[in-house]
Structures are given as C-alpha cells and as structure tokens.
C-alpha cells in the first residue's frame, strides 16, 4: 500500500479551494486508498480551504479510501515522512 502524496500550495483560500478539493479527489486512481494532503508547504489556510479540504475527506471515505493531512478530522503529521511512515 503505497500512499498517494498531493502537495498542496502556500497559501488556500477563496481563489483555490476548489482547486485544492478537485487535486485531492483526482488522487484516487484505481487502486489508490491513501491519501496525502501535503501541506508542509502552506502558510496560510482560511475557511474555504478547511471547507475544501473536509469535502474532500468526506469524498474519499465515500469511495472507501483515507486521506491524511487535517486537523482532528484526519490525522496531522509535522513532516511529509511522519506522515508516510504511519501506514
């Protein structure tokens, strides 16, 4: 089982959400049950991006698979290789 990384960018907000939501549902090709919402890299997250980032949560599970990344909804890890080491 290998996870799917989707590094996510500096800075979610109204103008990326959508983007950030559809880059993370892309990730579930077939045969792909984890993903990884890498935000190593983001500074800054406001509403639209949590909201995005949870409907996204909320779509995986719907299709049977985990993503990683979020809050106490889905696990939090301070490095990308914590993160992968947990499977």
């Given amino acids: 089982m290998v996870p799917v990384v989707v590094v996510l960018p500096a800075e979610i907000d109204v103008t990326t959400s959508e983007q950030v939501h559809d880059l993370l549902v892309a990730a579930l090709a077939p045969g792909v049950d984890i993903v990884i919402a890498?935000?190593?890299?983001?500074?800054?997250?406001?509403?639209?991006?949590?909201?995005?980032?949870v409907f996204a949560h909320e779509t995986v599970a719907a299709r049977g698979a985990k993503m990683i990344g979020v809050g106490r909804i889905l696990p939090v890890y301070p490095t990308l290789q914590e993160a992968m080491d947990a499977q």
């Fill in 38 to 53: 890498d935000m190593t890299g983001t500074s800054f997250c406001d509403s639209s991006g949590v909201h995005a980032i």
